[in-house]
């Protein structure tokens, strides 16, 4: 008997908590729902960062002239707004890492993120520290405005890579061809920030 008390004890408790409640729905208010506050959401939540990919190139077209260029990309989402998925991509030409962690960029994010809604990141390639600084809206109840929660974020991306250099063995100047051309490719698995 004890047992049955229990479960029952159990079951009104979702109810009350659901706010499937008859008053409620007779009067058209708000009803409570058994989620957390979104500012609890936010405080907890987690950025989990997928394809990651950071690429730089250097090419000398002569032994003097260099023409160098650094790129990172990846996709992030926020387990407090997991409806959508920004992506975040900028280029450098700051020699000889281009990314240092002192420039902000910002990520796209999809038409179905909320109004209000933004991102951005930095990357210290040196260091391998990925930061980032968003806006996330949390939609309000009924006819009511949505709250706006600051949020930033810092990381450590340990990156596997693998560095390619070539160098003409032919190059004679004005040949029009590169003097040597180096590629950096770099990958971690996805992480959680």
């Known amino acids: 008997m004890r047992l049955t008390h229990n479960i029952l004890l159990g079951l ?9 409640t008859t008053p409620c729905k007779q009067h058209g208010c708000p009803c409570p729902t058994p989620h957390k506050a979104c500012a609890e959401q936010v405080a907890d939540s987690k950025w989990v960062v997928e394809h990651f990919s950071y690429n730089a190139s250097y090419i000398f077209t002569t032994p003097a002239h ?24 900028a280029s450098s030409s700051q020699l000889t890492d281009f990314f240092y962690g002192t420039q902000w960029y910002t990520c796209a994010l999809p038409p179905t993120a909320p109004a209000g809604a933004s991102l951005q990141f930095k990357f210290n390639r040196p260091t391998g520290d990925l930061g980032l600084n968003a806006t996330i ?22 990156l ?6 070539w160098t003409n063995p ?24």
């Open 160 to 165: 596997a890579c693998i560095d390619m250099t």
């Open 170 to 193: 032919n190059y004679t100047f004005p040949s029009g061809e590169f003097y040597s051309d180096r590629e950096v490719k770099c990958v971690p698995d996805s992480c959680v920030v």
């Open 137 to 158: 809206i949390c939609p309000g109840r009924g006819h009511g405005t949505g709250s706006e929660h600051h949020v930033e974020a810092t990381t450590h991306m340990s």
């Open 12 to 20: 009104q408790l979702a109810t009350a908590v659901s706010g499937a």
């Open 66 to 89: 260099q023409n160098s260029h650094g790129y990172v990309s990846f996709d992030v989402f926020n387990t407090a707004a997991p409806s959508y998925t920004a992506t975040c991509s």
